[in-house]
């Protein structure tokens, strides 16, 4: 056992902090201008900088950090960890501009693991390079995210296509016109099996019948700049038999692949995130006067800032922990700590934004701050893939198993 | 001691349970797609089907009952709290609609007691009538909204008028341009003693020097429908003399006379957003079905719904007692408690909200449900006359005084 | 709606305050210390200087203050209250002094109110003149004492007699060898409806088949200076058919009608507690000093001393509130805030006990003050008449059902 | 980075389960009957079973584990931290069993690291033996233990002899009459600069004016079994000049250098406290039935077993990474996470006790199960070397120092 990155991790961390601090963070600024201006036009999308920082990015050799294998940098689940807390810091424009942000990197991912020839060449290699962007379309309004068996959209065979009829909701990035492809999750056998009547097809942006119907807000936040998070409506929507992804049958265990990187991504972030926030706070407490001293003197603000670290530096651990059993256990191997940091990240982080927006008065709520937007965002992964309770309860009969007779 | 309401409180409870039921939250919907209408052509205020509501509601005998005397509805605070609950089941409708609506209610009990005849006649009259609204600008980005001492904003006389300089910000109802006045706070003696320091003037909406520079977000939200809470500046706005409210160095005396009313209606609304909160949950949980049978029946979330009773209850008698304290002992009499239900009320209707939330899984974070919108209300009341932890320490040294030698 | 205390209960307050500050305060060490020796002595029961305390307060018209009609001091639910808080402040001395301790208020209520006349002669009588203890014997080892029908212990009529099988810990007050009587809850007929099937007898002490077995810790107290937690076997124990309580099959409505006012009398002790925990931390926080002052300048000990004051101010209003509810719509109409006190006041106190005790550094677990004592006594009550968790699970019920179609 | 333990950790992680499942958990019964015979006698001290463990520990090689160097087993904190896990499942009995006991582990360490070769021969030697048993005397009543400035003891020289007088208390292990060594901490020179007023003596337990006074208790235990925790008064105590360990005016570096692999210990030995309770807890609830189904299947229990089982992840790496930081850079290069774990350890152990023990109704309570005891100790742990909010305060500052200009 022990406790440092190998040396490829410290190079590409180096590399990559380097890029934060030479261009993303000085771009924040701008970046909230831009897509701001973007937005009161009625747009949805990134605004235009964000093509020069991805060139940037890739010129630099940070590009698709999070892929394996030869098409992407090839890294560990281990490796790439650390690397995403440190996008964590600037979320909304460092994955970007890197080419690994969500909800791309997954479908990539699952794209490169089982699409087809056609399917990659037609879908992964634009994503790749970073030229169009993706949906995953599985969350409807009208059942239990965490309980795939409700999913309510049909996809019916009928000749040489599927025909997807259903409605989907809260689908990331789906409100920006260069959103090209939606893979979408449907049940072609509600007959069958449990977790064999679901499949995955993907549905070009244009196919007839497919209607992105509106925004959907996370508190009052539409997060315009990276698609959004649409309401999308399938009416006869036909797509070719060639746009299956993997088997018929295969799409919850396709899910499943799908979410255990994903959620280490999702959780480094996190931890990303809890980092900037102490950081603002340090920098506030510090320069801010009231009852003739710095608010950093006040016992109760120091509390927050111990807890913040007591359990920012345990949360991390397990988070690697976890990534290391991905690589070394694989995905099932790695089962309950994946569920552990499903559960333990969003609610950890939230804590650690609240005491950071505390800490800055109404300027923490505002738009002058990032904290109540990644606060936000904190917020909703308490639903990703099912509420927290839905993982607890499964963890907790896992841990009960091992005590029956 | 004894825990029923009275009559005339029972009369009215009655009067706008009706009002509630038959009027308000049927125009639920069409009142937020209206503000989407007047938001997305770039408006900030009410949608019109508040005029309506208006006219209904005085029609009913539901007009300015927050204020006391022959004025308004003739109220205790103890009268009016039970129908301030009742109004925060809708708090961005019902308050405007019975002219109960912050600030304008601190402004207007402002000018009946310290307002000159021509002040009243000119602001008090028709903000009685509905006519009007106005804002109340204390809070400055730069200073600890807790500490009035820290105030940069300046108040100079200059002959017969006086010449504001400041920047203020978080000036709720200020986009609206039917905020015809601003109640503005600043200092106009730096050598006085710490309390005497402050004047507050009158400052009509179209005075040179005043630009409402832009909304201030809330978690995302610009609370558009009620005028917003804007940045505002006051670069060398000239008023005349009479436009002093009270004597000059009675600011801070005034804005704490302000306070105890404004923090009964705030908490008993928040009693009453938790209390919608509940109801929503239930009928929810009742409904939903996940893993083989209603959410009702999951342990997890019974509990929830029973700490949310159990608070409930507690939180909403210590703000009735504090009501008649006020009623009775006086604002300094009621001093603690008044201090107590700003700690407690927004801590405990946001906890009752984030479960709620919890509840309603990714519908509970959107705009197709008020709950998300609420939790930002309640959050953001934290930071309401300075954080809770300025109460906190205050209320301690209160406690531990009583206890010295 | 009023919040002051009636004439009677303000007189009864003031004398029983002066009680407390003349006479038990003042006896709290030496009471400690000789309950102290008697335990060493290997006894189980309240040092002699209790025997002083009682006449004393007897004398001052300071006992069976408890008892509602013409044997006690008549007084309701909610005059009592505000007395049983006051004795919670002294929580091992008070009660037993005024002869108001657990559990026999709640015995001699149940005799008063259901007994033969023959068993008040026996029973009732020596109990109000404080001559005799008693035990309420309920709780078992191998049943949830939440759910009564799971209630294991038989009582079989057998000719003019009942014959009781089972066993019965945490029997408080059973150790004291002066505790003469127990009243035994069991089941006389397992095959009638639910609630019907039990039945409460009285076993004096010296009955053969009673085998008073040990005494049951608390944490690491035995309580032994008010008879310990006892676990009791009866094997074979036959007492005259004359001493059933009510009617066979009665038992579970007796034990109903038995715990309303119990609770409020325990929840208003534990508001004492805190109230006592609160002026000992106070006190202590200004004399200590470290890091250059007192204690009482640290910001988190303030938190916890403001937050202590806003807990302790709802918690009691709403057992106050319960207690009116009873007098005045009975213990059926109280039922939900029954609960809710029930679930609110020992979780309440129990922090703020655990903050107090922090305050005290290692002194506050010691023996040398009341507060890790009391931690225990409040932790315990959180499984009082069931865990907290069946309690909520039965309050969200009842809240569900009122949204039910 | 990786997550495994080495192959010497495996072998010895497999020999001391071994060792509990064979000898210690088989002989927990016998060992608190034991006790409590002990203690009814009026003794102080172990049962006599513990000889037999203890030489059968010494058999399997299982002795002095903690000890690093040639006079130990020579681990290192990183491989001794999962075996302390492992004797804190029954941490009344295992360490002592192996002699891995506190405080005899520190002052060895202490001993071994500082004193002189007649020291060790005298006392170090009969320790590693397991002989005789020692005592660290540093806390006192009047003083925060956490600001060693404050310690009033004072340590004069008098020709060849230190004269100790002062007052201390929570002594563990002292009322023990096999406790042979007192290593006292006192003031040799107050006029010094503040970390080099302190010294260190050796007071052997029979020299004239020691007086051990009486036993402390936690939460009603007097951990009689270990020793106790004392009074201890030194009134004018002499002792040669021999005594002192180390030199004068290192009494505060000795004690630092004490504290790290202390806190390791201790948090490991919480650890593994906590996955006790865990098990106990999935065992309690298979078994027990409520309402027509076996605990376990109630959402607010899985809640509790789940959330236990994320925390014990979390904290357990951060021990870890502790350990393996002390091993590489040094006791300040772990610093900032040796207090960490200081603060998180006991506050998270203590929440998963209180769940624990609440699943278990009032057998969690009581002497049948070991939960409440463990909590009592894990709540004392908080204030162990200072409370949290001492901690916290410096951990703050650290944090806050790197992000000052």
């Not at 244009?206 to 959907?216: K, W, Y």
């Not at 991504?265 to 102490?278: I, S």
């Not at 936000?376 to 007779?405: C, N, Q, Y």
């Amino acid at each position: 056992m022990h406790f440092a990155f190998d040396d490829r991790t410290e190079e590409l961390r180096a590399r990559l902090l380097a890029f934060m601090d030479e261009c993303v963070h000085p771009a924040e600024r701008a970046f909230h201008e831009q897509a701001a201006q973007v937005r009161a036009a009625g747009g949805w999308g990134p605004p235009p900088l964000l093509e020069d920082l991805k060139a940037e990015a890739r010129s630099r050799g940070l590009w698709n950090l999070f892929l394996p294998g030869e098409r992407g940098a090839g890294l560990t689940n281990l490796q790439y960890a650390p690397l995403a807390e440190i996008m964590g810091g600037s979320p909304a424009i460092a994955p970007p501009a890197t080419n690994c942000a969500a909800p791309d990197t997954g479908n990539m991912e699952l794209l490169a693991e089982f699409g087809s020839e056609r399917q990659r060449a037609e879908y992964l290699e634009p994503l790749l390079a970073g030229e169009i962007r993706s949906a995953f379309a599985m969350t409807e309004p009208e059942a239990a995210s965490s309980d795939a068996t409700n999913i309510a959209t049909s996809i019916t065979r009928d000749g040489d296509e599927y025909v997807v009829n259903g409605r989907k909701w809260y689908i990331t990035g789906a409100m920006n016109p260069n959103c090209r492809v939606f893979v979408v999750m449907g049940k072609t056998d509600p007959d069958a099996p449990r977790h064999r009547q679901q499949s995955m097809v993907l549905v070009p942006r244009d196919t007839p019948g497919l209607t992105v119907r509106r925004g959907m807000t996370v508190f009052g936040y539409d997060d315009a700049d990276h698609g959004g998070h649409a309401e999308v409506l399938f009416e006869d929507v036909r797509v070719p038999v060639g746009n299956l992804v993997g088997e018929e049958g295969g799409g919850f265990a396709i899910a499943q692949a799908r979410l255990g990187p994903g959620r280490i991504h999702h959780c480094m972030r996190l931890v990303g995130m809890a980092e900037r926030a102490v950081e603002l706070t340090c920098r506030r407490v510090l320069s801010r006067e009231a009852f003739g001293g710095p608010l950093a003197r006040q016992g109760v603000i120091q509390d927050w800032i111990a807890e913040s670290r007591v359990r920012i530096e345990q949360l991390r651990l397990l988070v690697l922990k976890t990534a290391w059993l991905m690589d070394t256990a694989g995905n099932r191997g790695a089962h309950t700590e994946i569920q552990a940091i499903k559960i333990a990240a969003p609610a950890t982080v939230e804590w650690i934004l609240d005491k950071a927006i505390q800490a800055h008065g109404a300027a923490g709520l505002s738009q002058d701050y990032p904290l109540a937007a990644l606060w936000a965002g904190a917020r909703a992964l308490r639903f990703a893939d099912g509420p927290d309770e839905v993982h607890k309860r499964s963890l907790a009969r896992r841990e009960l198993k091992r005590h029956m007779g």
